[in-house]
Nanobody, 122 residues
Framework: QVQLVESGGGLVQTGGSLRLSCVVSGRTFSRIFMGWFRQAPGKEREFVAR????????YYGDSVLGRFTISRDNAKNTVYLQMDSLEPEDTAVYYCAGGFYSGSRPDDFLYWGQGTQVTVSS
């Protein structure tokens, strides 16, 4: 059993920054892949970023490349999403996800958090 809990969302002005955190509890495997997705009202769930738990490979969606950074602190079982230069289009519920396959689709991830709201004012 793996449980994921996100935190760090909130209201921020255009151009501002937020850092989201995802704490992983339960049994954690060294080769697990971690990712972030987001879902805006009326839209499908969108890939944001992903990485391996113990490796250094990272991948980003085109809309956030150069502005967002995914990282991890394995001693704390925590994955982060640093979001800079935020835009109103980034407004969405952000979800942490974990799985055992390398991919950028929601179906590539088995475990999901409950989500945290990010709102960027315009």
């Amino acid at each position: 059993q793996v449980q994921l809990v996100e935190s760090g969302g909130g209201l921020v002005q255009t151009g501002g920054s937020l850092r989201l955190s995802c704490v992983v509890s339960g049994r954690t495997f060294s080769r697990i892949f971690m990712g972030w997705f987001r879902q805006a009202p009326g839209k499908e769930r969108e890939f944001v970023a992903r990485t391996t738990w113990s490796g250094g490979n990272t991948y980003y969606g085109d809309s956030v490349l150069g502005r967002f950074t995914i990282s991890r602190d394995n001693a704390k079982n925590t994955v982060y999403l640093q979001m800079d230069s935020l835009e109103p289009e980034d407004t969405a519920v952000y979800y942490c996800a974990g799985g055992f396959y390398s991919g950028s689709r929601p179906d590539d991830f088995l475990y999901w958090g409950q989500g945290t709201q990010v709102t960027v004012s315009s």
